[in-house]
């Protein structure tokens, strides 16, 4: 038996980072808002990249068919900090934007930090950050879709803290 922040779905915690890759996933996760922030300090503009999105905390599958899929769905802020050479593509956007998979791949350079690899189906986008912190805002609720709608995400939101 599960035991953390929500049982039901299976979520372990509310706040995940890099270290936890291995156990993440994000396919089929909409992304309702994407951000570039600067935060400067002293000698330098530092960015910060932070990305609303449905996190599919699990898929359920039917006890019987043709039954479909359900799925527990959370949104959540995931924030790249430091993030630095940051490029990417959109379109076409009539069906928004949805990741396919996220790559953490080797640096390229001398550099320590990894180039992340957000592939979307209708999108691209790459940058160089040490890591990332994803904040599960609310609880995870179980829905028939893997999308939940504004009204049950509580609308669009960079807030960076978790729900438990």
């Given at each position: ?14 706040t ?24 400067a ?6 960015l910060?990249?932070?990305?609303d999105?449905?996190?599919i ?13 359900t ?16 490029e990417?593509?959109?379109?076409p956007l ?16 001398g ?53 438990a």
């Amino acid at each position: 038996m599960t035991t953390g922040p929500h049982q039901s779905s299976g979520l372990s915690k509310g706040t995940w980072t890099d270290e936890d890759f291995a156990d993440m996933g994000w396919h089929d996760c909409r992304v309702h808002a994407v951000s570039v922030t600067e935060r400067a300090d002293d000698t330098l503009t530092l960015l910060r990249v932070l990305l609303d999105l449905d996190y599919i905390v699990r898929w359920v599958e039917p006890e019987r068919r043709p039954h479909h899929f359900t799925f527990w769905v959370a949104p959540a802020t995931l924030v790249f900090d430091l993030a630095w050479d940051i490029e990417g593509s959109l379109g076409p956007l009539d069906d928004g934007l949805e990741i396919a998979e996220v790559h953490r791949l080797d640096p390229p350079d001398g550099h320590a930090d990894p180039l992340w690899h957000i592939e979307g189906h209708n999108f691209d986008l790459r940058l160089r950050a040490a890591g990332y912190t994803q904040h599960i805002r609310l609880p995870p609720q179980h829905v028939p879709r893997q999308v939940l709608s504004l009204t049950e995400r509580a609308g669009l939101s960079f807030a960076e803290k978790s729900f438990a």
